[in-house]
């Protein structure tokens, strides 16, 4: 532990290290000395926006008041800010009632009326705007101001400036001056000119630019009768800049990085947009939520996408989108032209340099985080092992930087995580938008993360250099124009609309202990019916010494049925924990929607041994009935043959399927799950007896045909270790029966399965036999018949079922269903499942919160109630009972249909006497749910579930009453 802890801690200290690299040191300024002398300075309030002005409390505020704000740390001054215009503001300071106006171009008139400071505040620029929404100019087409009046502030120099150039380009307009901002705004906003002169400084998102020169310097100037002014600031300013010579630019971004500016695009421009066909990005695919891959919709999604979409509305330009490959894939890619953007590219780390592309400017910032295991023993150190994602240079350079060398590299950051969790690497760098999305789940149990804005960077778009150089300043002008708050919307809704969804391995990890125990329960369950069973056929009037014999056999018969069902029950769930296994490792949507239904397939199989297992009576008793349907012959094999495919390949022995005169590309009328039941069982016996490179061959033939009924003859023949012939001839087929013998003393023995089996295959009027001798192998033989069903029956069927579904989709449409379930996931289960087909739910969580819930609603403001049994504070059976009792005329009609996982005879009964209207057995079969209520609400019968008629309904009400 305490070498985790060592490790841990170098670790973070060598990030504050780095940290510190880039963050200034402050000298001891002058409010930190007792002998400054307070004094008041007075400072021209022009009102200009996001430079000097009031903020919404009427407080001075904006980049001159920072600015004056850092001085004053070394003059001691405060500041009295009083509004006057920029003309007003020049006179004063000339006649020393002012002392300080900032923001003032120089020029040598003015120099010989008041003081200039020694350092500029900032480089300005001269742009001419005109409302945002005017798209009526090319950029910098100084033609189409022939004539034109253009608005421009009393006193300011930006007016001869501007004439040089339209002079030059041969253009006459007419300049009309205004005292303050508001009003030069204004005057704009009327039409009364066409365009207004301002310093970048001045220009806010309700203008766009289409013209812009002289960048110049920009001083405080100040009372040229109170030299010690100028002195001060003059002194204050070297401190601040030896400090850190970058605080004006840090101010600056500060106050306008943030601010949109819409620039007019050129002609040549505009040109370029109309006619550019469509641009391909490539996207990366795993970097939710900013980019990334979504396999539901097939679509690229993602923050940057969502910029891109946002470009295009401005341009006009349409974009498609790739996936983003490798670093050699992404070069080959932009010099073949098939790619001309690459989304994000973070800037610096040589990139420019590496791919064939231009950066425009920065349009996202974000930082990296670093997951790393927890269960690392060692100090980091050089000889660490990196995990880094293929082809992002900027965090091969941070590890270098960092002074690691050992790197290993993946295809996805996903791959990168599980590396860490496997212990494969100690720490890898992820994007920190990307961290919950990569690391938050449940069985990456070894992976913490480490989050820092030390790793802050910036990322642009990265344009192929064989593009035209218009893409990249038309792409910066588009990001321009963008406003903060847009922007601030578009990544809200990329962090909070894109919630990862739980996966199976997820539900698994985070419910391991639930799990346990349920499986402890079922065996519990399991055990107790054995037990029950095995007293009920030994139960006799037998003398002392018998009767103890006779709990020596159920015990006995205990430990053999818990060998059986784990042996009937294993198949399918090692088909199913398989497929999951290999799903979790699959990208392909083909392959992993095909692994989906070989899961369900196997879990229905599964179902139905447990169902068929905890009604063993039935089979017995010769209650238990088929379920004829039509299936496919090919299906049905292929289905057999993969459930116990896996284990097969485990183990080294080869299935082999082979036919001899049978049609297997047909359709026949059978049971599927009972006929699966009888195959499994027999297949899974000859795979688990055959020795690793044996064979196990199933082998269809059919010997005739009467009619549309052929007659087939199936065998499975396996290599294995075989049985006696006492065995076969007094045993085999009866109910927990197995060989004692040593050869047989290392397997799991098959009794109940082959029971089952046989009498199954005698309910469908066929004949099952064996031959077999140790050492040498084992068939089985069975003799059955198979109806054909021609195509056309099929597809009446169908239309019949399709049909029927289409009606009870229709009548469930708008249906306001009150859900009552104590179990959170079953009830999302049943919700979505409701809201599928068009149902509103309304979910409660036990029986006494439903009585409430129906109590308190509008008469026949529910359509039906979904009740589950076993729920706290109050159960289903009594809510049911005292909804019915309610004094209201919709309590006692409103059907109200059981959900549970009680699923004996005895519990329908139950359920109908306490006056629900049909059981629907757990887990949910959406179908048969939907259908169930549909008939409710009909009024009529359901096939498939036990319900009560008008006549019996209104009998149970008055007996309640």
């Given at each position: 532990?305490?070498?985790?802890?060592?490790?841990?801690?170098?670790?973070?200290?060598?990030?504050?290290?780095?940290?510190t690299?880039?963050?200034?040191?402050?000298?001891?300024?002058?409010?930190?000395?007792?002998?400054?002398?307070?004094?008041?300075?007075?400072?021209?309030?022009?009102?200009?926006p996001?430079?000097?002005?009031?903020?919404?409390?009427?407080?001075?505020?904006?980049?001159?008041?920072?600015?004056?704000?850092?001085?004053?740390?070394?003059?001691?001054?405060?500041?009295?800010?009083i509004?006057?215009?920029?003309?007003?503001?020049?006179?004063?300071?000339?006649?020393?009632?002012?002392?300080?106006?900032?923001?003032?171009?120089?020029?040598?008139?003015?120099?010989?009326?008041?003081?200039?400071?020694?350092?500029?505040?900032?480089?300005?620029?001269?742009?001419?705007?005109?409302?945002?929404?005017?798209?009526?100019?090319?950029?910098?087409?100084?033609?189409?101001?022939?004539?034109?009046?253009?608005?421009?502030?009393?006193?300011?120099?930006?007016?001869?400036?501007?004439?040089?150039?339209?002079?030059?380009?041969?253009?006459?307009?007419?300049?009309?001056?205004?005292?303050?901002?508001?009003?030069e705004?204004?005057?704009?906003?009327?039409?009364?000119?066409c365009?207004?002169?301002?310093?970048?400084?001045?220009?806010?998102?309700?203008?766009?630019?289409?013209?812009?020169?002289?960048?110049?310097?920009?001083?405080?100037?100040?009372?040229?009768?109170?030299?010690s002014?100028?002195?001060?600031?003059?002194?204050?300013?070297?401190?601040?800049?030896?400090?850190n010579?970058y605080?004006?630019?840090?101010?600056?971004?500060?106050?306008?990085?943030?601010?949109?500016?819409?620039?007019?695009?050129?002609?040549?421009?505009?040109?370029?947009?109309?006619?550019?066909?469509?641009v391909?990005?490539?996207?990366?695919?795993?970097?939710?939520?900013?980019?990334?891959?979504?396999?539901?919709?097939?679509?690229?999604?993602?923050?940057?996408?969502?910029?891109?979409?946002?470009?295009?509305?401005?341009?006009?330009?349409?974009?498609?989108?790739?996936?983003?490959?490798?670093?050699?894939e992404?070069?080959?890619?932009?010099?073949?032209?098939?790619?001309?953007?690459?989304?994000?590219?973070?800037e610096?780390?040589?990139?420019?340099?590496?791919?064939?592309?231009?950066?425009?400017?920065?349009y996202?910032?974000?930082?990296?985080?670093?997951a790393?295991n927890?269960?690392?023993?060692?100090?980091?150190?050089?000889?660490?092992?990196?995990?880094?994602?293929?082809?992002?240079?900027?965090?091969?350079?941070?590890?270098?930087?960092?002074?690691?060398?050992?790197?290993?590299?993946?295809?996805?950051?996903?791959?990168?995580?599980?590396?860490?969790?496997?212990?494969?690497?100690?720490?890898?760098?992820?994007?920190?938008?990307?961290?919950?999305?990569?690391?938050?789940?449940?069985y990456?149990?070894?992976?913490?993360?480490?989050?820092?804005?030390?790793?802050?960077?910036?990322?642009a778009?990265?344009?192929?250099?064989?593009?035209?150089?218009?893409?990249?300043?038309?792409?910066?002008?588009?990001?321009?124009?963008?406003?903060?708050?847009?922007?601030?919307?578009?990544?809200?809704?990329?962090?909070?609309?894109?919630?990862?969804?739980?996966?199976?391995?997820?539900?698994?990890?985070?419910?391991q202990?639930?799990?346990?125990?349920?499986?402890?329960?079922?065996?519990?369950?399991?055990?107790?019916?054995?037990?029950?069973?095995?007293?009920?056929?030994?139960r006799?009037?037998?003398?002392?010494?018998?009767?103890?014999?006779?709990?020596?056999?159920?015990?006995?018969?205990?430990?053999?049925?818990?060998?059986?069902m784990?042996?009937?029950?294993?198949?399918?769930?090692?088909?199913?924990?398989?497929?999951?296994?290999?799903?979790?490792?699959?990208?392909?949507?083909?392959?992993?929607?095909?692994?989906?239904?070989?899961?369900?397939?196997?879990?229905?199989?599964?179902?139905?041994?447990?169902?068929?297992?905890?009604?063993?009576q039935?089979?017995?008793?010769?209650?238990?009935?088929?379920?004829?349907?039509?299936?496919?012959?090919?299906?049905?094999?292929?289905?057999?043959?993969?459930?116990?495919?896996?284990?097969?390949?485990?183990?080294?022995?080869?299935?082999?399927?082979?036919?001899?005169?049978?049609?297997?590309?047909?359709?026949?009328?059978?049971?599927?799950?009972?006929?699966?039941?009888?195959?499994?069982?027999?297949?899974?016996?000859?795979?688990k007896?055959?020795?690793?490179?044996?064979?196990?061959?199933?082998?269809?033939?059919?010997?005739?045909?009467?009619?549309?009924?052929?007659?087939?003859?199936?065998?499975?023949?396996?290599?294995?270790?075989?049985?006696?012939?006492?065995?076969?001839?007094?045993?085999?087929?009866?109910?927990?029966?197995?060989?004692?013998?040593?050869?047989?003393?290392?397997?799991?023995?098959?009794?109940?399965?082959?029971?089952?089996?046989?009498?199954?295959?005698?309910?469908?009027?066929?004949?099952?036999?064996?031959?077999?001798?140790?050492?040498?192998?084992?068939?089985?033989?069975?003799?059955?018949?198979?109806?054909?069903?021609?195509?056309?029956?099929?597809?009446?069927?169908s239309?019949?079922?399709?049909?029927?579904?289409?009606?009870?989709?229709?009548l469930?449409?708008?249906?306001?269903?009150?859900?009552?379930?104590?179990?959170?996931?079953?009830?999302?289960?049943?919700?979505?499942?409701?809201?599928?087909?068009?149902?509103?739910?309304?979910?409660?969580?036990?029986?006494?919160?439903?009585?409430?819930?129906?109590?308190?609603?509008?008469?026949?403001?529910?359509?039906?109630?979904?009740?589950?049994?076993?729920?706290?504070?109050?159960?289903?059976?009594?809510?049911?009972?005292?909804?019915?009792?309610?004094?209201?005329?919709?309590?006692?009609?409103?059907?109200?249909i059981?959900?549970?996982?009680?699923?004996?005879?005895?519990?329908?009964?139950?359920?109908?006497?306490?006056?629900?209207?049909?059981?629907?057995?757990?887990?949910?079969?959406p179908?048969?749910?939907?259908?169930?209520?549909?008939?409710?609400?009909?009024?009529?019968?359901?096939?498939?579930?036990?319900?009560?008629?008008?006549?019996?309904?209104?009998?149970?009400?008055?007996?309640?009453?």
């Amino acid at each position: 532990m305490k070498k985790k802890m060592r490790r841990i801690t170098a670790f973070l200290m060598l990030c504050v290290m780095i940290s510190t690299i880039s963050i200034p040191t402050y000298a001891q300024t002058a409010d930190d000395s007792t002998d400054v002398k307070h004094e008041t300075v007075r400072v021209a309030m022009l009102q200009y926006p996001n430079f000097i002005d009031y903020d919404t409390y009427g407080n001075p505020s904006g980049f001159s008041c920072d600015y004056l704000d850092e001085i004053a740390r070394y003059t001691g001054w405060t500041y009295q800010y009083i509004p006057v215009s920029f003309t007003e503001a020049q006179k004063m300071l000339e006649e020393g009632t002012l002392d300080i106006v900032p923001g003032t171009q120089y020029t040598e008139e003015r120099a010989e009326r008041y003081d200039y400071c020694e350092t500029s505040m900032v480089v300005d620029s001269n742009v001419l705007c005109v409302p945002v929404d005017n798209m009526d100019f090319y950029y910098n087409d100084f033609k189409a101001l022939e004539g034109k009046s253009i608005g421009v502030m009393t006193g300011s120099i930006r007016k001869d400036q501007f004439s040089r150039i339209l002079d030059e380009a041969g253009v006459s307009v007419n300049f009309v001056e205004f005292d303050t901002d508001a009003e030069e705004k204004a005057a704009l906003k009327s039409g009364t000119v066409c365009a207004i002169l301002m310093t970048m400084l001045r220009c806010t998102s309700d203008y766009r630019i289409i013209a812009s020169a002289n960048p110049t310097d920009v001083y405080f100037t100040c009372n040229p009768k109170n030299p010690s002014i100028k002195e001060k600031i003059d002194a204050a300013q070297q401190e601040i800049l030896s400090e850190n010579p970058y605080y004006g630019l840090q101010l600056a971004q500060k106050h306008y990085g943030s601010v949109p500016r819409a620039y007019a695009f050129s002609e040549e421009e505009r040109k370029y947009m109309e006619s550019c066909p469509p641009v391909t990005v490539a996207i990366s695919t795993d970097m939710k939520p900013t980019e990334y891959y979504d396999s539901k919709t097939n679509t690229f999604r993602g923050l940057v996408v969502d910029y891109f979409e946002k470009i295009s509305k401005i341009t006009g330009i349409q974009f498609q989108y790739v996936a983003r490959g490798d670093k050699k894939e992404i070069i080959h890619a932009l010099e073949d032209g098939t790619v001309q953007i690459i989304a994000t590219i973070t800037e610096g780390a040589n990139v420019e340099r590496t791919y064939p592309l231009t950066l425009t400017d920065s349009y996202l910032q974000t930082s990296v985080s670093l997951a790393y295991n927890k269960n690392m023993t060692d100090a980091l150190d050089t000889d660490s092992c990196i995990a880094l994602k293929n082809g992002f240079l900027y965090y091969k350079d941070l590890a270098e930087k960092q002074g690691y060398t050992n790197f290993v590299y993946y295809d996805t950051f996903a791959e990168c995580v599980d590396a860490v969790n496997k212990g494969e690497a100690d720490v890898t760098y992820l994007p920190n938008f990307s961290v919950s999305s990569l690391t938050g789940h449940a069985y990456l149990q070894n992976v913490k993360v480490f989050s820092s804005e030390i790793t802050n960077y910036q990322c642009a778009i990265g344009v192929a250099n064989q593009c035209d150089s218009k893409l990249v300043s038309i792409l910066d002008k588009a990001l321009a124009s963008i406003p903060e708050s847009e922007k601030e919307t578009m990544l809200l809704n990329a962090v909070s609309g894109n919630r990862d969804e739980k996966t199976f391995k997820d539900i698994y990890y985070e419910n391991q202990t639930t799990i346990l125990y349920l499986i402890i329960l079922v065996s519990v369950l399991i055990g107790a019916l054995g037990i029950s069973l095995a007293l009920h056929r030994n139960r006799t009037n037998r003398k002392l010494e018998e009767a103890m014999a006779t709990v020596e056999q159920a015990n006995a018969a205990k430990a053999d049925f818990m060998s059986r069902m784990s042996h009937d029950m294993r198949t399918p769930m090692n088909g199913i924990l398989g497929l999951t296994e290999l799903s979790e490792c699959e990208s392909d949507v083909t392959v992993l929607t095909d692994n989906m239904k070989k899961i369900k397939q196997s879990g229905q199989y599964l179902l139905c041994l447990i169902n068929d297992t905890l009604d063993f009576q039935k089979i017995e008793t010769g209650r238990l009935k088929l379920e004829p349907q039509i299936v496919s012959t090919r299906e049905l094999v292929t289905d057999v043959i993969q459930m116990i495919q896996i284990d097969a390949e485990k183990k080294g022995v080869d299935v082999q399927m082979l036919t001899e005169g049978a049609n297997l590309d047909g359709l026949v009328r059978v049971d599927p799950v009972r006929m699966k039941q009888v195959f499994i069982n027999l297949l899974s016996n000859a795979v688990k007896f055959t020795p690793s490179g044996g064979s196990v061959k199933i082998c269809f033939k059919c010997t005739g045909h009467t009619g549309n009924i052929a007659h087939d003859i199936i065998t499975v023949t396996d290599t294995g270790i075989g049985m006696s012939r006492d065995f076969i001839e007094n045993h085999i087929f009866q109910p927990f029966s197995q060989e004692h013998s040593d050869i047989v003393a290392n397997y799991s023995g098959s009794g109940l399965g082959l029971s089952i089996a046989k009498r199954l295959v005698e309910m469908m009027n066929g004949s099952i036999a064996v031959e077999s001798e140790l050492g040498k192998g084992t068939t089985f033989t069975v003799k059955i018949d198979f109806e054909n069903v021609a195509e056309s029956e099929v597809e009446n069927v169908s239309r019949q079922t399709e049909m029927k579904h289409q009606q009870t989709e229709e009548l469930l449409k708008k249906m306001h269903i009150l859900l009552a379930e104590d179990q959170p996931m079953n009830a999302e289960i049943a919700r979505r499942l409701l809201e599928r087909v068009g149902c509103t739910v309304e979910w409660v969580s036990d029986g006494q919160k439903c009585l409430d819930c129906f109590e308190a609603s509008e008469a026949n403001q529910f359509d039906t109630i979904l009740m589950d049994i076993r729920m706290p504070n109050m159960d289903g059976i009594t809510a049911a009972r005292m909804i019915r009792n309610l004094p209201r005329p919709d309590a006692a009609k409103i059907p109200i249909i059981a959900m549970t996982a009680n699923a004996y005879d005895s519990d329908v009964k139950k359920c109908l006497e306490a006056g629900m209207n049909a059981h629907i057995a757990k887990p949910i079969e959406p179908q048969k749910m939907y259908e169930t209520i549909a008939a409710q609400n009909q009024g009529c019968m359901h096939d498939d579930s036990m319900v009560l008629n008008q006549s019996e309904i209104f009998g149970q009400v008055k007996r309640w009453k």
